[in-house]
């Protein structure tokens, strides 16, 4: 019956050492805040408890290295620095320094001169072992402290992470701060729904983001006046591009200075073609180094040492699936990202009652409209009497049929989760917020663990944790107090 229904149900059923460890995390939690038979209630609102708990155990593990806020100013020695993170490889990070201690002498091949300024220090990193064993990532993007820095060799150790003003998962990147939405005007011709998907998506990551339309020299000039005019009463100012004949290069060179950005759009419509253009630009990317500033400073033969090996002893998985992203530094300050980012928007951060904030349009209407508001709190605008928005704007079908979706995807969730006996389906919050159930991996209902349990199952995960691991246990603050406590 059990199998009947998972089967039914598609749910994933894969045995996954992160989903253990977070499942531990959950139950410390709730053990530690209130009585047993809150387990079971706090399953029945699995997001708010599994979040809260999350946020306990994060909390809990932080003290060893605080995040530090944007505006910690950190007292430096002379062997440290803040950076950001352009690319990692294996276990090795590549970070950006831009201010070096002044009576430090580095080696000149290895900076980056933009002309007058110098752009930065390139420094290998590892992440300390600590910042591991506390599930801080360190993605690339993030603002870093590095300490033990050899200014010769130049290497060092990541000691700690700033607070991220934005993640986006695909590609991986910390702190973008610009989203280029490319299409292009014809092969493939620009299709409205795609690119609604794909601003919706946009939008719903809360970065800014521009619009630009590539291939423009294969089109009349009525035809980019014509979506022009369209893409203006989406609320959008389109910039309109061409890499083989160069226009409005120079415009998106000056939209992106000072910030990270990462160009987004679907298949053949230019995008690794324009990130190209925009690295190998000398006229754009200045005085920047010409051989590739990002070659491996100690010489390739590092990274390749790293590779081998690098699958999983105990899950047989490769320990580093994620897609390779690099950043290259612009002259007027700013980043751009290698590897362009979401192909398929998935929207699944995207929700019934947030798609509005999502259509500019409507966001106008209900803004114009200020003190008024639609009749219904939560209002999904579907015409309903006392509703603001009507159906004279292009796109409003296209808010209805996106709007299905995310329903449809939502009640499948709901269902999931509501109906099955929580035995059987446990939920698991993911990356991005998303609520998915899947199916209960142990069958002790209702038990609680004693604490001495908790920590040990805490211990056999963090033990399972990784074969990279090279902090002798005694060594480790964490485990060293988890086993005191158990004992
Ligand atoms: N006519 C014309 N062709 C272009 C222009 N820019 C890129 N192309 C061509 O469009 C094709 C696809 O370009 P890519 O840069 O690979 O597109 P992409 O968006 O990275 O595609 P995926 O890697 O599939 O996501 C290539 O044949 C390019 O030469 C342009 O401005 N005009
Ligand atoms: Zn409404």
């Not at 970070?95 to 930065?120: L, M, N």
Request: glycine fraction near 6%; aromatic fraction near 6%.
């Amino acid at each position: 019956m059990k199998i009947a229904s998972f089967s039914l149900l598609r749910l994933p059923f894969t045995v996954s050492t992160t989903r253990h460890r977070f499942f531990s995390a959950f139950i410390i939690a709730a053990g530690r805040h209130g009585n047993p038979n809150n387990v079971s209630r706090k399953l029945q609102q699995p997001n708010k408890n599994l979040l809260k708990a999350r946020e306990t155990i994060n909390k809990h593990f932080s003290t060893l290295a605080p995040i530090l806020s944007l505006e910690d100013k950190p007292q430096l020695s002379h062997d440290q620095a803040v950076g950001t993170v352009a690319s990692s490889q294996a276990n090795f990070m590549r970070v950006i320094v831009q201010h070096i201690p002044p009576e430090t002498s580095v080696d000149p091949s290895g900076s980056f001169s933009k002309g007058s300024g110098e752009i930065g220090v390139e420094l290998l990193c590892v992440v300390k072992a600590v910042l591991k064993k506390i599930k801080r990532r360190v993605l690339v993007g993030d603002k870093v402290l590095v300490g033990s820095i050899d200014w010769v060799d130049r290497r060092g150790a990541i000691e700690n992470v700033f607070q991220r003003k934005t993640e986006i998962l695909d590609p991986p990147v910390a702190n973008v701060d610009h989203l280029l939405v490319l299409f292009s005007m014809d092969q493939p011709k620009i299709e409205p729904f795609s690119l609604t998907r794909f601003l919706v998506e946009a939008e719903s990551t809360g970065i800014p983001l521009t619009l630009a339309l590539n291939k423009s020299e294969l089109v009349s000039q009525e035809e980019i006046k014509a979506w022009k005019s369209r893409l203006r009463s989406w609320a959008y100012e389109p910039i309109f591009c061409s890499v083989d004949s160069k226009r409005g290069l120079d415009t998106l060179q000056f939209i992106m200075r000072e910030q990270t950005s990462v160009i987004v759009g679907p298949s053949g419509v230019g995008k690794s073609s324009l990130i190209n253009a925009l690295r190998g630009n000398k006229h754009i990317l200045g005085a920047v180094k010409e051989q590739n500033s990002f070659d491996p400073i100690l010489g390739s033969k590092w990274y390749e040492e790293q590779r081998v090996g690098e699958v999983s002893v105990r899950s047989g998985r490769g320990k580093h699936t994620t897609r390779h992203v690099s950043l290259l530094p612009l002259p007027d300050g700013g980043y751009l990202a290698d590897t362009p980012g979401f192909n398929q928007p998935s929207l699944l951060k995207v929700t019934k009652n947030s798609l509005a904030h999502h259509f500019p349009e409507i966001r106008k209407v209900l803004k114009d409209s200020e003190p008024a508001k639609c009749a219904f709190n939560n209002c999904l605008h579907l015409g309903e009497p006392g509703c603001l928005i009507k159906d004279d704007w292009e796109r409003y079908p296209y808010y209805l049929q996106l709007l299905d979706e995310i329903k449809i995807r939502e009640e499948f969730q709901l269902r999931t989760i509501g109906t099955k006996r929580e035995s059987d389906v446990r939920c698991k919050v993911g990356d991005n917020g998303v609520v998915q159930a899947e199916p209960r991996l142990e069958a002790k209902k209702y038990r609680r663990q004693s604490r001495k349990r908790v920590n040990q199952s805490l211990l056999d995960e963090l033990d399972e944790l990784d074969d990279e691991d090279d902090t002798p246990e005694d060594d480790n603050p964490i485990l060293r107090a988890l086993r005191e406590e158990s004992n």
